[in-house]
């Protein structure tokens, strides 16, 4: 049985653990593989995130990528109107994206700012969809985001399919999984609900522009037919109707790892048949 480690009257995960507990899972050398993780449900890691990060790139080796979903911390989003505009008073109080130094949203966990901050680690420049990645393909995934509908066929999310690439839950919540929304944006739903807002961008010569973008809504379900939470039930659904999913522990987190080709595909045909069933 792997066991944590004592220093002191502590214990700890050690990054040669969490490694041979990955491996058990199933990743490989050469993966591709967007990571959402709960460093609290993973337990204390005696050197923090960065052990987690570590045993993940051990077992992808030099061939592979991590990828992670950062966001950025958008607390003005409920200021916009129907037209999207952002009031001219709040403007200058608000600190505009920069792809270099923005901060990776907090509801995303710490792990998602430890890894944004990683030494060589490249991010995609959609401010709300933005996926930082780590590894050989990581300019590949994260280069050309498109401002608007940043979830669909040109993302980095589009392309973790297109690589035949890996979702890795550890001790995440079901209804955080990030490529759902992929789903959602290339679905062919009727009545997705649309999203347009400004968006503060700072350019690497130091000047800002305001630029209004347009996205399928990522906050509320996209149709109205869609309840609360629902990226929760597809998990749920898929990881009973699928036999190549693989469960475990990362750390003392339960993890799941599975394809992302697999989950876009019957997240999709989930929605459509959920909508139309329910007219």
Not at 8 to 25: H, K, M, N, T
Not at 111 to 120: D, V, Y
Request: glycine share 8%; with cysteine.
């Amino acid at each position: 049985m792997q066991k944590m480690i004592a220093v002191g009257d502590e214990y700890y995960w050690s990054q040669p653990v969490l490694a041979e507990q990955l491996r058990l899972l199933g990743l490989q050398p050469g993966d591709a593989v967007m990571v959402h993780a709960s460093l609290r449900a993973a337990g204390p890691c005696l050197n923090g995130a960065d052990d987690l990060i570590d045993a993940l790139l051990q077992c992808t080796g030099e061939n592979g990528t991590l990828l992670c979903y950062v966001n950025w911390l958008e607390n003005y989003e409920d200021s916009t109107g129907d037209d999207g505009c952002v009031p001219a008073a709040l403007k200058p109080l608000i600190t505009p994206f920069d792809v270099r130094t923005s901060r990776a949203n907090p509801d995303h966990g710490v792990f998602a700012e430890c890894f944004r901050t990683r030494p060589g680690a490249l991010r995609s420049a959609n401010p709300g969809a933005s996926v930082a990645a780590i590894g050989a393909k990581a300019a590949y995934f994260t280069e050309n985001h498109p401002l608007c509908y940043g979830y669909g066929e040109d993302s980095p999310f589009a392309r973790l399919v297109a690589e035949d690439g890996k979702v890795l839950m550890p001790g995440a919540p079901a209804d955080t999984m990030s490529l759902l929304h992929h789903a959602e944006s290339i679905a062919p739903l009727r009545n997705k609900r649309i999203r347009r807002k400004e968006l503060p961008l700072r350019w690497a010569d130091g000047s800002t522009d305001w630029v209004m973008s347009e996205e399928f809504d990522t906050a509320d379900p996209v149709c109205d037919c869609f309840p609360e939470g629902y990226f929760a039930q597809i998990v749920a659904d898929f990881c009973q109707q699928n036999n190549n999913v693989r469960q475990g522990n990362v750390g003392s987190a339960a993890a799941l790892l599975i394809s992302a080709r697999e989950m876009r595909d019957f997240a999709v045909s989930w929605m459509m048949a959920y909508q139309h069933n329910a007219g």
